[in-house]
């Protein structure tokens, strides 16, 4: 049962390029949020999608917008990068059970991001 | 409202020790209480979680106790080892399938 997926594992992207960053849930799970996190820092909820719809969404611009597929599996999409943006970007699986909390959250390995 | 306080920043302790980590919330709302594990180069796993109807939560050798009243969680790890060496974060869920993350602990266990 292959867990939390994501890809590309390191990339390094140029100010002001725009970067994608894909994943896929964990077998099962049709909820998947994005986390941003910064070097020595706890993860930063970004977003999240599901029934390919953003349904929650944390305090990041509008440059960083998503997109989740029919398969459940997601993108995100970073526009005009800046030097602050650089950081490991989570993304987490689940499965939606309404607006009850607690079901498990699972992590992927996380894609490292560095912009010069 | 939305944070969650972690500390110390970073702990030592001997092998077979009992390295306690803390942390607390304001939010009322929040009603799960999850920790992870994170090793360099990789994402967070889950460790344990509690609900705050629970005082306490034993896991092989990780608990967690929880005060509602003070608003307080912690994590101990008893008999720890070397392997155990790790950053730790709790969390605390606002809404369905949504974390709040404290800042983290970084745990060396000396062998």
């Known amino acids: 049962d292959a867990g939390v997926t994501q890809s590309p594992t390191h990339l390094i992207k140029t100010r002001g390029q725009q970067v994608t960053l894909r994943c896929s849930p964990k077998?099962?799970?049709?909820?998947v949020s994005w986390y941003q996190q910064a070097l020595g820092q706890g993860p930063q909820f970004i977003f999240q999608y599901y029934e390919e719809e953003e349904r929650q969404r944390g305090n990041f611009p509008d440059r960083f917008s998503g997109h989740q597929f029919p398969n459940y599996s997601s993108e995100l999409n970073v526009n005009a990068l800046l030097l602050g943006d650089s950081a490991l970007y989570l993304c987490a699986s689940s499965l939606f059970l309404g607006e009850i909390s607690g079901n498990t959250i699972y992590f992927g390995e996380g894609s490292w991001l560095t912009v010069v | 409202q939305q944070q969650v306080k972690q500390s110390p920043q970073s702990l030592i302790v001997q092998k077979g020790g009992i390295p306690i980590i803390n942390c607390a919330y304001e939010n009322t709302a929040f009603d799960y209480f999850p920790w992870y594990q994170q090793f360099p180069g990789k994402g967070p796993a889950l460790l344990i979680a509690?609900?705050?109807?629970?005082s306490e939560k034993k896991e092989g050798r990780f608990t967690i106790s929880f005060n509602k009243s003070a608003k307080q969680f912690s994590l101990h790890i008893m008999d720890s080892q070397p392997g155990d060496s790790a950053t730790y974060f709790c969390a605390a869920s606002p809404a369905a399938n949504k974390l709040v993350f404290g800042a983290g602990t970084i745990l060396r266990v000396k062998s």
């Open positions: 077998s099962g799970h049709d909820t």
């Open positions: 509690i609900r705050p109807d629970v």
